[in-house]
């Protein structure tokens, strides 16, 4: 879902610290969500509540996407995905979600000192797959195509639910006790 997001539940807010294992700081909205409902990718305000601003916009939650980032980054992905970028077709798209992201990013608000600086690297270097492919599932396909194509390679798929039990996070916060 793109910018603006719909102000996120408190339960989803429990959801998505659950995952990351702290509170979850900033968030504006659910970016992106796992087909049992559950969040997968947040939307963070630029500038956090204590007032540093904050560049990711779309924050990759979802554990088992993360760790399946993880383990593409550990693996060498980053610089093969990064060569790509000699494709001027490829670095032409990136340096396009790069400008989609600022943009996304300041519906929300314009922070100063980070005008110009999106995630990931872009728009000439790969740096951190977890951005690139947090856009790449909130934005959709063919908008990040570095984002797009680490989450062809890796093991999790938006398609197919790897919670521990599907939906069950959201039920368990949302429900009258």
């Keep these: 879902m793109r910018p603006p997001f719909?102000?996120?539940t408190a339960a989803e807010i429990a959801v998505v610290s659950s995952q990351l294992g702290r509170p979850a700081r900033g968030v504006v909205g659910i970016a992106a969500r796992c087909v049992c409902g559950n969040p997968t990718v947040v939307a963070t305000a630029p500038r956090l509540p204590d007032g540093t601003p904050f560049p990711?916009?779309?924050?990759?939650?979802?554990?088992?996407?993360?760790?399946a980032?993880?383990?593409?980054?550990?693996?060498?992905?980053?610089?093969?995905?990064?060569a790509e970028l000699a494709d001027d077709e490829v670095a032409d798209a990136y340096r396009a979600a790069h400008a989609s992201y600022l943009a996304d990013r300041e519906t929300i608000e314009v922070?100063?000192?980070?005008?110009?600086?999106?995630?990931?690297?872009?728009p000439d270097r790969v740096k951190c797959l977890h951005a690139l492919a947090g856009h790449a599932l909130a934005a959709g396909t063919g908008?990040?195509?570095?984002?797009?194509r680490a989450l062809?390679?890796?093991?999790?798929?938006?398609?197919?639910?790897?919670?521990?039990?599907?939906?069950?996070?959201?039920?368990?916060?949302?429900?009258?006790?």
């Design 111 to 122: 922070v100063d000192e980070i005008a110009g600086f999106s995630a990931g690297g872009m």
């Design 6 to 8: 719909p102000e996120p």
């Design 143 to 148: 908008v990040n195509p570095i984002g797009d």
């Design 69 to 82: 980032i993880s383990t593409l980054e550990a693996t060498g992905v980053m610089s093969e995905l990064a």
């Design 152 to 177: 062809e390679r890796c093991t999790w798929s938006p398609a197919r639910c790897e919670c521990a039990e599907p939906g069950a996070a959201l039920r368990a916060v949302s429900e009258p006790r």
């Design 56 to 67: 990711t916009l779309y924050y990759l939650s979802h554990p088992a996407a993360t760790a």
